[in-house]
DNA sequence: CGTCCATTTGACCAAGCTCAACCGCCGTGG
DNA sequence: CCACGGCGGTTGAGCTTGGTCAAATGGACG
């Protein structure tokens, strides 16, 4: 089995973050998926209320996971970089709870939910890191709920700008303090909880600030610090606790 | 061994509403705690950025986990009910994350979060059921997210309501339509996004136009199809998937 | 070159916040 | 037994953040 294709399958990589993973183990990982999808710009990959029974690992591209009310507007529930898990309830529920759509071009590894069944058998030790990092998920919900029912819109937009550019540099090292922000600034108010005209004027004042520097989508942050003074962000997703794992 | 204490055990209680638990699955849940802690109501069972390596089943009571800004201001993350598992973010972090208080005088009974990896060595299915749950969690985060982010006052005090009155449907199905709040005003304000004045204008708007009724902290919702309706609740916790367990 | 979509900007509006006062209840201590 | 203090709830007046509506700009692409 090629080594080179191995390392690249985007859930080993992931997962190798943060414990060794032995060779059985990543074969194991390797064995979950079998399919590559690859989806447009624009297009959903799965639809609220459908059925489905698999959830996908982001290889390349960034994807948002999303729910629209009864009156029409939209809140934008997560943001998805390379290596993340998405549509993960599948595991609870047969119909999908969120549209997940693609931010950028992307290309997805669908994970049937069926093939965790022997991962959980034969690979508690995997099995119990990715309960680690559902919970870990859950705590990046916490910190989005502090964003939203308690600060205004500029620090919720520093805190977006932030938790974007960490997980980018996990991923890319270099660069750490630029992104490039697929997002289109009604995506911005939908995962806010603002409108895209608030936002607009936010950014603007925040560049006039110097807090941030925009050319197209090129953002640059001359100054992480203050902007994670103002927001209150906390670093979460770098490293979890693994001690307590078989 | 006491079949009576056995299934007064919270946690096995509430694995066996998602699956029928077997005689062996029930001794590994009960062994692990030992322990039972009451804490009376306004106290703090963990403090944020304190170390803790256990979890909590909440036997009975209500508790809370929240967190500070720096301004002050506090946002509640989640208002717990008894079967409730609380501070699971001791699996992924050494510190603590969120305060967990106690809203009412409540039984907790830890769990060391060493004693899961014989757990998911062990009991496969059971450490499947527990990422279930913390999917499901997670998409109740979602849920509260979308509340804040994209509804107003009336429909998140509303769905606020909802979600208390159907976790208590569970364990009390007799009483289907009312709910004893011990949340104080100031509590649901910070749950919400809100402030304490501007929830208790809500409330009475609510009560004037008869969709709760209010004596003490005794609520009554004549309605609930309307207040679901008005702030599009999902109820989520009723049932999991689990074909896909071990 | 026209169309579509994202961004930008302005004028006005309102949901919810701030500040402040007051009430009612309950527990405590004189 | 009553006075007091504290906490939670209630209500009013005025203000601010962010929303609404509308129109103009500008880039990308067929």
Redesign the interface.
Known sequence: MDVQLETAHPLVARLDRYVALTQAERLALRALTTDRVTIKSGRTLVVEARQSDSMFVLRTGWLH?S?V??GG???I??IHQPGDLVN??C????RV??TVTAVTAAEVWPVP??R??GL??RH??L??L??????????A??D???S????DAEARLAALLLDLLFRQRITAPDKPDELELFLTQSDMA?A??LTKVHVNRVLKKMTDEGLIERTGRHVRIPDVGKLIDLS?FVDRHTE??TD???
Chains 1, 2 share one sequence.
């Open positions: 996971t729910t009310l009864k507007a939209r809140q529930l997560r993960t309830s595991l609870a529920w047969s709870v969120a939910r069926a965790l069944t959980f058998i508690q030790r099995a119990a990715l309960y680690g990092l559902s919970i870990a998920e859950n705590v919900f916490c989005r709920l502090k939203l029912g308690r600060t939908d806010l909880g209150g979890v606790c307590w794992l078989p």
